[in-house]
């Protein structure tokens, strides 16, 4: 169930509204057979984006052929996906390998949630928890990407600010952090950069865009200081964008947002691993022949 105010039932005829089947295949064709409906609903859109949790038949199949729409029709697209658990079975991360890879063809930035990430946040957490926890990442990543350009705040942003890091970003990760001690800024940027979303040596990432939301007694020195953090971890060259909001939940605490766009990360494909890569080594497994570059 959506509290989406305007929904799309994909694949009425293929499906009849039921779910893909776990077949991405199946999940496509539904996406290609709703695609003058979609086309409908995103036309005129700055942004566009596009969730989903990788793996089964709906999302790793049909988010794809919404993005190439989307991306057609100008948009910049960004894609927010969570990766499965690795106790979700091997086929399901297979499927979510091949969507990951077909995603990151089509959108601007991919932002990637590994959620056997989770686990080193909380290993004793009970499953539908951690769940539920993945799903709260991905909000908050869209929310706080949405935030920099629509809420008023100490330091604001607007669309040509997003789009200048968010552009062509490529495989992006993602991390978290909030502190209320004495030591509030310095502490949650570092939680942030350290989040085990984002396991990755930023320096050899394009871009950053960065998110501080606090209460009102955030400084703009506390501000500063969790950018020249931030920075002086970053390439030189790498874009650097952030804002700044205001928020009566927060008070005396100060959150980071901290989305790394360009990066190559171990935790997706492995190290450095292909897909291609990947697949040879399974069918040398199972039918014991060997690939010869």
């Known amino acids: 169930y959506s509290n989406a105010d305007q929904k799309i039932l994909m694949g009425?005829?293929?499906?009849q509204g039921l779910g893909a089947g776990s077949n991405p295949r199946i999940g496509e064709e539904a996406a290609r057979e709703s695609e003058s409906e979609i086309k409908k609903k995103l036309s005129g859109s700055d942004m566009v984006f596009i969730t989903c949790g990788l793996g089964g038949g709906t999302g790793t199949g049909g988010a794809p052929v919404i993005a190439r729409i989307a991306k057609k029709q100008g948009a910049l697209v960004i894609g927010v996906v969570t990766l499965p658990f690795t106790i979700e079975g091997k086929k399901r991360i297979e499927n979510a390998m091949n969507g990951l890879e077909r995603l990151e063809?089509?959108?601007?930035t991919l932002i990637v949630i590994p959620n056997d990430k989770l686990l080193e946040l909380a290993p004793e957490l009970p499953l539908y928890t951690a769940f539920k926890i993945a799903d709260e990442i991905l909000t908050n990543a869209v929310k706080g990407i949405t935030e920099l350009a629509t809420t008023s705040g100490l330091v604001n942003l607007d669309f040509a600010d997003i789009n200048a890091v968010m552009a062509d970003g490529g495989v992006s990760l993602i991390g978290m952090g909030e502190s209320d001690s004495t030591n509030r800024a310095v502490e949650s940027?570092?939680?942030a950069i350290n989040n085990p979303l984002l396991d990755v040596d930023i320096s050899n990432a394009s871009g950053a865009l960065v998110n501080i939301i606090g209460g009102a007694d955030m400084s703009l020195d506390e501000c500063k200081l969790i950018i020249e953090t931030i920075g002086n971890k970053l390439n030189p060259d790498a874009k650097l964008i952030w804002g700044a909001q205001i928020s009566v939940?927060?008070?005396?605490?100060?959150?980071v947002l901290l989305i790394v766009t360009g990066v190559k990360s171990s935790q997706i494909l492995g190290h450095g691993e292909t897909l291609e890569s990947i697949k040879h080594k399974e069918i040398e497994e199972e039918l014991g022949i060997e690939f010869f570059e």
């Open 189 to 191: 940027v570092e939680k």
């Open 12 to 15: 009425r005829e293929l499906t």
């Open 249 to 255: 939940d927060m008070d005396k605490s100060i959150r």
């Open 105 to 108: 063809s089509v959108v601007d």
